[in-house]
């Protein structure tokens, strides 16, 4: 005999919307959202977000107070991050600190009961040239 067994398990996602296009040098934002979509909480959530190629980081507004990293490293693949002390693989929570432009925005959402949600804006500003895909980085 077959027997379906269920076990609930929490469901994390994040979204990203940005607007379609975005002019060279204008100032636009993208928003992150995040949540647990399931009736079984969340333990250790970490966000972490690689800004598009073509965009630069401009500033941002922190969701629920979190404390946001930053990181210069340009590959598409986010450095290690150890939430205990980030510090010692090359994060920063000053993005000025950097000796290059951010490419990882990263924090710490913890624990997110069932089901809950938080919302980022992160202003970003499209490299000079043609017009930018903003969502899609082109």
């Known amino acids: 005999d077959c027997v379906d067994v269920t076990t ?29 979509g399931e009736n079984e909480t ?16 401009f500033g941002h ?9 930053f990181h210069d490293d340009a590959t598409s693949t986010a450095p290690a991050f150890n939430p205990a002390g980030p510090e010692g693989s090359g994060w920063t929570a000053d993005p000025s600190a950097l000796t290059g432009p951010v490419h990882h925005v990263a924090f710490f959402a913890g624990t997110l009961d069932p089901p809950r949600g938080a919302v980022s804006g992160l202003p970003v500003r499209p490299g000079a040239g043609a017009r930018r895909d903003a969502a899609a980085g082109r």
């Open 8 to 36: 609930p398990l929490p469901d994390v996602y994040v979204l990203k919307n940005a607007p379609a296009l975005a002019d060279p040098g204008s100032k636009t934002n993208y928003i992150l959202t995040y949540g647990n």
């Open 42 to 57: 969340a333990h250790g959530v970490l966000v972490v977000d690689t800004l598009p190629d073509g965009l630069t980081y």
């Open 61 to 69: 507004i922190a969701p629920g107070g979190e404390q946001l990293w």
